[in-house]
């Protein structure tokens, strides 16, 4: 009886037998080269929150290219939209994402496939049919939402740029999160530095020393992608900002 009583101590307290803690949030991020898994904030930040990191953000894509995947069902699953707790948008290119001349009342009535010559009606989509799809599960009998009022709540988080230089974007971004109520992870804000002002020693943009390449915006020369990998300042920079912003609004847990 004392063995058997021993035993049971060892697999109740022993760390060798303590199982893994479960993820406590499944995120999701979509965007393009600034959120591709090589950069690494979202999954430090994610790492940070105990989440799991869901990244679809691919080089090159934009957000008619998100819309698109909506469409055919490649963005996320019916498994990964009933589990998921966040839909993350880091889709920055230097466009205006507000301009309301685009949008349709009813995300149906977009002619699909997008194409990249309307950047808000793109983003117009995304939101609606998110929100919708999030809505509808309460109709779902195989969800756990099911018979609920509000069906799952549907958590989009909206991100500016990684520096202030793209202006057009960073402003336009900001309304478009002031006009949803959406959360907004402000990495120009918090990044440390600024297009106002030249680095002292360089006497150039201050973005350049943390970049792999330039971009120009109204003739000035700016850093364009951000240097990758765990070991980076400016990704364990953005993972903070990041994962500050989600545990303001993640539910508790």
Not at 160 to 187: C, I, Q
């Amino acid at each position: 009886m004392k063995n058997v009583i021993l035993f049971l101590c060892i697999v109740r307290f022993c760390p060798l037998f303590a199982q893994p803690d479960q993820p406590k949030y499944t995120i999701l991020l979509t965007g393009a080269s600034f959120a591709s898994p090589a950069n690494k904030w979202f999954e430090m930040g994610c790492a940070a929150l105990n989440a799991r990191a869901i990244n679809r953000a691919i080089g090159g894509e934009a957000i008619a290219n998100t819309a698109n995947r909506m469409i055919d069902g490649t963005l996320y699953s019916a498994q990964e939209l009933e589990i998921m707790d966040a839909l993350v948008i880091m889709q920055v290119h230097n466009r205006d994402v507000f301009d309301e001349a685009q949008l349709s009342e009813n995300y149906e009535d977009y002619k699909t496939p997008f194409d990249r010559s309307g950047y808000a009606a793109a983003f117009d989509y995304v939101i609606k049919r998110y929100m919708s799809e999030c809505y509808e599960l309460r109709n779902n009998p195989a969800s756990r939402y099911y018979g609920s009022k509000a069906g799952k709540p549907a958590v989009i988080v909206l991100c500016t740029d990684w520096h202030d230089a793209r202006v057009t974007y960073n402003m336009s971004v900001r309304r478009l999160a002031g006009k949803w109520g959406l959360p907004l992870v402000e990495f120009d804000k918090y990044i440390g530095f600024s297009k106002n002002n030249p680095h002292p020693a360089t006497k150039e943009q201050y973005s350049l020393i943390y970049a792999t390449d330039t971009q120009t915006v109204d003739s000035v020369k700016y850093g364009w992608h951000p240097l990758r990998g765990e070991d980076s300042f400016i990704q364990q920079r953005m993972a903070a900002i990041f994962s500050d912003l989600m545990k303001r609004i993640l539910p508790v847990r």
